[in-house]
């Protein structure tokens, strides 16, 4: 580009759009995968076996992005063991799955607080709106919880806003990293989670537990869980991460990120469908309201502008995009 010219915008194409709700429809429909995958695993050794899936021919085959290991380290605990440690735990202890894909979104407000006061990024007004309707949002979810089942519906929602806060503090460390492999990042990722994880697991779930999960995985729930599993590995982090970092590469993330909000979408959608799993009018109706301050929060102000130069070794985020799958 010639030194003054000024970026001109460019279209999305059809092709990536529809790539993009593709990503949104399979990241939606790994929440009831990881729900049948509860079924027959301990949610602690689920973690650690999920990422242990990646990181084993992570480690054989994927050369390290050269990034520095705090940031790494971070994003994998993070991203790997708070979030879904906490998420997995609340789907456990009764959240359902198409609620829990709604209140996850917490992130997307998470992070930009945590940037502002932790990375000293300028907030705007929009962005500080955006929280706040956000906030409000899951705080009406929240009270809404608290008034069933005489406030132990509340506990699960408390447990998907502290992976929420997980997921943000990996996307602090994602963008920290500043890398130019982002997917080879993302599967050097999945090395943090299975060792802590596990240790959890034998910790507080116990060796029985992790052993007896092991057992009828020839029966129908085994396989549902082996099925679950197998969607959560291979579709939704391995092809769903795949085909999301290949689209931020070439689009500007305020473009992209704005997909991401179809995830609770199909979600509670396929949630009802597949689980009979029915999430009430007001949840849907505040959940709404987490989406448009979601929305108004990550929108960035960069227009999309042509590819960069070839010679740029980075570029820079408006929006903290989702990482892999869920």
């Given amino acids: 580009m010639l030194h003054g010219q000024r970026p001109h915008a460019v279209p999305v194409p059809v092709r990536d759009r529809l790539l993009a709700v593709l990503v949104a429809v399979v990241w939606g429909l790994n929440f009831p995968a990881i729900a049948v995958a509860l079924e027959q695993f301990p949610p602690f050794f689920l973690v650690a076996l999920r990422f242990a899936l990646v990181a084993v021919p992570t480690l054989l085959l994927v050369r390290r992005p050269d990034v520095p290991w705090r940031w790494l380290v971070g994003y994998g605990l993070g991203f790997g063991v708070l979030q879904f440690l906490f998420l997995y735990l609340a789907m456990d202890t009764g959240m359902p799955p198409g609620l829990a894909s709604l209140v996850l979104q917490s992130s997307a407000p998470f992070t930009v607080l945590l940037a502002g006061l932790l990375l000293r990024e300028r907030l705007t007004a929009r962005q500080l709106g955006g929280v706040g309707l956000s906030v409000a949002g899951l705080a009406g979810i929240a009270v809404h919880r608290?008034?069933?089942?005489?406030?132990?519906?509340?506990?699960?929602?408390?447990?998907?806003?502290?992976?929420?806060?997980?997921?943000?503090?990996?996307?602090?460390?994602?963008?920290?990293?500043?890398?130019?492999?982002?997917?080879?990042?993302?599967?050097?990722?999945?090395?943090?989670?299975?060792?802590?994880?596990?240790?959890?697991?034998?910790?507080?779930?116990?060796?029985?537990?992790?052993?007896?999960?092991?057992?009828?995985?020839?029966?129908?729930?085994?396989?549902?869980?082996?099925?679950g599993l197998a969607f959560t590995v291979l579709v939704a982090t391995l092809l769903g991460s795949?085909?999301?970092?290949?689209?931020?590469?070439?689009h500007p993330s305020s473009t992209v990120a704005p997909f991401s909000m179809l995830v609770p979408v199909v979600g509670i959608g396929s949630s009802w469908l597949l689980l009979g799993d029915a999430t009430s009018?007001?949840?849907?109706?505040?959940?709404?309201?987490?989406?448009?301050?979601?929305?108004?929060?990550?929108?960035?102000?960069?227009?999309?502008?042509?590819?960069?130069?070839?010679?740029?070794?980075?570029?820079?985020?408006t929006t903290a995009p989702p990482a892999a799958a869920h």
């Fill in 146 to 227: 608290a008034g069933l089942d005489g406030g132990a519906a509340l506990v699960p929602v408390l447990l998907t806003l502290c992976g929420g806060l997980g997921w943000a503090v990996g996307n602090l460390c994602n963008r920290q990293a500043r890398t130019a492999e982002p997917f080879r990042l993302m599967l050097w990722m999945t090395v943090v989670p299975p060792v802590p994880m596990l240790l959890v697991s034998l910790a507080l779930e116990g060796p029985a537990a992790v052993g007896a999960s092991f057992q009828g995985l020839g029966q129908r729930q085994g396989l549902l869980a082996l099925g």
């Fill in 242 to 250: 795949g085909i999301w970092t290949a689209l931020m590469a070439r």
């Fill in 281 to 317: 009018p007001a949840e849907i109706a505040l959940g709404v309201v987490v989406l448009v301050g979601v929305l108004l929060g990550s929108g960035g102000r960069r227009a999309l502008t042509s590819p960069a130069p070839a010679a740029s070794p980075t570029r820079t985020r």
